[in-house]
Nanobody, 125 residues
Framework: QVQLVESGGDSVQAGGSLRLSCAVS????????MGWFRQAPGKEREGVAT???????RYADSVKGRFTISKDNASNTLYLQMNSLEPEDTAMYYC???????????????????WGQGTQVSVSS
Protein backbone atom coordinates (compact mmCIF):
# COMPACT_ATOMS: atom_id res chain seq x y z
CA GLN A 1 0.00 0.00 0.00
CA VAL A 2 1.40 3.36 -1.04
CA GLN A 3 1.54 5.97 1.68
CA LEU A 4 2.75 9.55 1.57
CA VAL A 5 2.91 11.40 4.87
CA GLU A 6 3.78 15.09 5.00
CA SER A 7 5.12 16.92 8.02
CA GLY A 8 6.83 20.17 8.88
CA GLY A 9 4.02 22.64 8.38
CA ASP A 10 3.75 25.44 10.91
CA SER A 11 2.81 29.06 11.50
CA VAL A 12 5.65 31.49 10.84
CA GLN A 13 6.18 35.17 10.24
CA ALA A 14 6.96 36.60 6.83
CA GLY A 15 10.61 36.15 5.97
CA GLY A 16 10.86 32.93 7.91
CA SER A 17 11.75 29.44 6.73
CA LEU A 18 10.25 25.98 6.93
CA ARG A 19 11.24 22.57 5.64
CA LEU A 20 8.47 20.21 4.67
CA SER A 21 9.06 16.46 4.56
CA CYS A 22 7.15 13.73 2.79
CA ALA A 23 7.83 10.17 3.90
CA VAL A 24 7.01 7.65 1.19
CA SER A 25 6.33 3.97 1.77
CA UNK A 26 5.11 1.14 -0.40
CA UNK A 27 6.44 2.77 -3.53
CA UNK A 28 9.86 3.16 -5.12
CA UNK A 29 9.49 6.84 -5.64
CA UNK A 30 13.08 7.38 -6.75
CA UNK A 31 12.19 6.01 -10.20
CA UNK A 32 9.52 8.54 -11.02
CA UNK A 33 8.35 12.12 -10.72
CA MET A 34 7.43 13.60 -7.38
CA GLY A 35 5.86 16.96 -6.72
CA TRP A 36 4.70 19.45 -4.14
CA PHE A 37 1.36 21.15 -4.61
CA ARG A 38 -0.55 23.63 -2.50
CA GLN A 39 -4.07 24.85 -2.09
CA ALA A 40 -5.11 28.03 -0.35
CA PRO A 41 -8.66 28.60 0.89
CA GLY A 42 -10.93 29.58 -1.98
CA LYS A 43 -8.24 28.91 -4.58
CA GLU A 44 -7.47 26.07 -6.93
CA ARG A 45 -4.68 23.65 -6.24
CA GLU A 46 -1.42 24.71 -7.86
CA GLY A 47 1.90 23.09 -8.56
CA VAL A 48 4.79 24.35 -6.48
CA ALA A 49 7.76 22.18 -7.45
CA THR A 50 8.56 18.89 -9.13
CA UNK A 51 11.60 16.66 -9.25
CA UNK A 52 12.35 13.94 -11.78
CA UNK A 53 14.12 10.64 -11.47
CA UNK A 54 17.31 12.39 -12.56
CA UNK A 55 16.73 15.20 -10.02
CA UNK A 56 15.71 17.79 -12.58
CA UNK A 57 13.80 20.43 -10.65
CA ARG A 58 11.01 22.71 -11.77
CA TYR A 59 9.38 25.53 -9.82
CA ALA A 60 6.39 27.76 -10.04
CA ASP A 61 7.41 31.32 -10.88
CA SER A 62 6.01 32.49 -7.55
CA VAL A 63 8.49 30.39 -5.56
CA LYS A 64 11.60 30.40 -7.76
CA GLY A 65 14.66 31.40 -5.83
CA ARG A 66 12.92 30.85 -2.49
CA PHE A 67 11.91 27.17 -2.46
CA THR A 68 14.04 24.10 -3.10
CA ILE A 69 12.76 20.59 -3.73
CA SER A 70 15.01 17.64 -2.97
CA LYS A 71 14.83 13.94 -2.27
CA ASP A 72 16.74 11.41 -0.24
CA ASN A 73 16.42 8.07 -2.00
CA ALA A 74 18.02 6.21 0.89
CA SER A 75 15.26 7.23 3.28
CA ASN A 76 12.45 7.56 0.70
CA THR A 77 11.83 11.12 1.77
CA LEU A 78 10.92 14.14 -0.34
CA TYR A 79 11.66 17.64 0.96
CA LEU A 80 10.63 21.19 0.28
CA GLN A 81 12.86 23.87 1.77
CA MET A 82 10.96 27.13 1.90
CA ASN A 83 12.82 30.38 2.59
CA SER A 84 11.74 34.01 2.59
CA LEU A 85 8.17 32.96 3.17
CA GLU A 86 5.42 35.38 2.25
CA PRO A 87 1.79 35.58 3.39
CA GLU A 88 0.82 34.49 -0.13
CA ASP A 89 2.49 31.14 0.59
CA THR A 90 -0.18 30.32 3.17
CA ALA A 91 -1.82 27.08 2.06
CA MET A 92 -2.17 23.38 2.65
CA TYR A 93 0.84 21.69 1.08
CA TYR A 94 0.65 18.23 -0.44
CA CYS A 95 3.25 15.87 -1.81
CA UNK A 96 2.32 13.64 -4.71
CA UNK A 97 3.77 10.84 -6.82
CA UNK A 98 3.34 10.20 -10.53
CA UNK A 99 4.26 6.59 -11.36
CA UNK A 100 3.82 7.14 -15.11
CA UNK A 101 6.51 9.80 -15.61
CA UNK A 102 10.18 9.83 -14.80
CA UNK A 103 11.95 12.43 -16.94
CA UNK A 104 9.48 15.19 -17.77
CA UNK A 105 7.28 15.80 -14.77
CA UNK A 106 3.74 17.00 -15.17
CA UNK A 107 2.58 20.25 -13.66
CA UNK A 108 -0.99 19.00 -13.41
CA UNK A 109 -2.16 17.46 -10.18
CA UNK A 110 -4.55 15.19 -12.09
CA UNK A 111 -1.53 13.30 -13.42
CA UNK A 112 -0.37 12.32 -9.96
CA UNK A 113 -1.83 9.09 -8.61
CA UNK A 114 -0.70 9.17 -5.01
CA TRP A 115 -1.19 11.97 -2.52
CA GLY A 116 -0.46 12.70 1.10
CA GLN A 117 -2.93 14.16 3.56
CA GLY A 118 -1.33 17.60 3.53
CA THR A 119 0.45 19.83 6.02
CA GLN A 120 -0.64 23.39 6.79
CA VAL A 121 1.68 26.35 6.27
CA SER A 122 0.55 29.71 7.59
CA VAL A 123 2.60 32.86 7.08
CA SER A 124 1.70 36.07 8.88
CA SER A 125 2.81 39.56 7.90
Amino acid sequence: QVQLVESGGDSVQAGGSLRLSCAVSGYTYSRNCMGWFRQAPGKEREGVATISRGRIERYADSVKGRFTISKDNASNTLYLQMNSLEPEDTAMYYCAADPSRAVYCSWFGADYNYWGQGTQVSVSS
